[in-house]
């Protein structure tokens, strides 16, 4: 009897409320999402750069997998841009959610625009040296040379800041404690990713024979390309440089 008063008399939540809670769980499930998207393809991309690099520093032997590679980190890299650019929007709208969950450190939203801009330049510059070959790239090719070597000191700084979240979030996403919102999102995220990768292993086919005369022409050129070893020793020197600022974690 007691046990059915207390029943009675315990706090019932307006309906009013319980709507709101049920709301602001959708949109905290919305920033969690953006996070693990973003995160995935920062991890399809870190692995594709990561080649590029190599076969960089192997040009006359690896030639052909730098040229293919790097068609194919154009599709990561759209879903890498959305998911960011759809952050951008969402927190300098208002969105209570994205505000919430606070902005990246200021030195990373502060070398954002350069980052992108560069990333675009470098790939950009790089597809379209597949498309002229050496014969007609006129100044495609210093332009190429020159975005790298600016690029990979930043690239260096938003790997490190990032480098220890993302497999978390990665890892997180496929978990089983997984909230069932998220859970949802999971399939959408992967599909989007290796959709991503499809349609840039497509292009990079379609350009793939681009790749014919850049092999001829390495077998007289420089073995690894002098932008990227000043690029190389420019990005330690970024890594040393930022340290102090502890922005590893800060890349929310």
């Known amino acids: 009897m007691k046990s059915r008063e207390r029943d009675d008399e315990s706090p019932v ?13 959708d949109k905290q499930s919305a920033v969690d999402g953006n996070e693990r998207m973003t995160a995935l393809a920062g991890a399809v991309l870190l692995v594709l750069i990561l080649v590029e690099l190599v076969s960089a520093a192997i040009l006359r032997t690896l030639l052909s997998i730098h040229v293919f590679v790097g068609v194919l980190l154009a599709g990561p890299l759209i879903v890498k841009l959305g998911s960011t650019g759809w952050r951008f929007l969402r927190y300098y709208t208002g969105s209570p959610a994205f505000v919430r969950r606070g902005p990246p450190h200021l030195a990373l939203r502060v070398m954002a625009p350069l980052l992108i801009a560069t990333t675009l330049v470098v790939i950009g510059s790089g597809i379209g040296l597949v498309v002229t070959g050496p014969r007609f790239a006129g100044p495609l090719l210093p332009l190429h040379g020159f ?12 790997v490190f800041a990032h480098i220890r979240r ?12 997984s909230d069932k919102s998220n859970a949802s999102g999971r399939g959408r995220r992967l599909g989007m990713n290796l959709g991503a990768l499809l349609a840039g292993a497509v292009a990079a086919i379609l350009l793939f024979p681009g790749a014919a ?12 390309p002098a932008p990227m070893i000043v690029g190389l020793l420019a990005a330690i020197l970024a890594l040393l440089v930022t340290r102090p600022w502890r922005l590893v974690g800060e890349g929310r």
């Open 213 to 224: 005369p850049w092999m001829v022409w390495s077998q007289t050129n420089e073995t690894i």
């Open 13 to 25: 939540r307006p309906s009013g409320q319980a709507h709101t809670s049920e709301y602001n769980g």
């Open 166 to 177: 993302v497999p978390r979030l990665v890892t997180d996403d496929w978990s089983k404690t």
């Open 147 to 158: 975005s790298v070597l600016v690029w990979l000191p930043l690239i260096a700084i938003h």
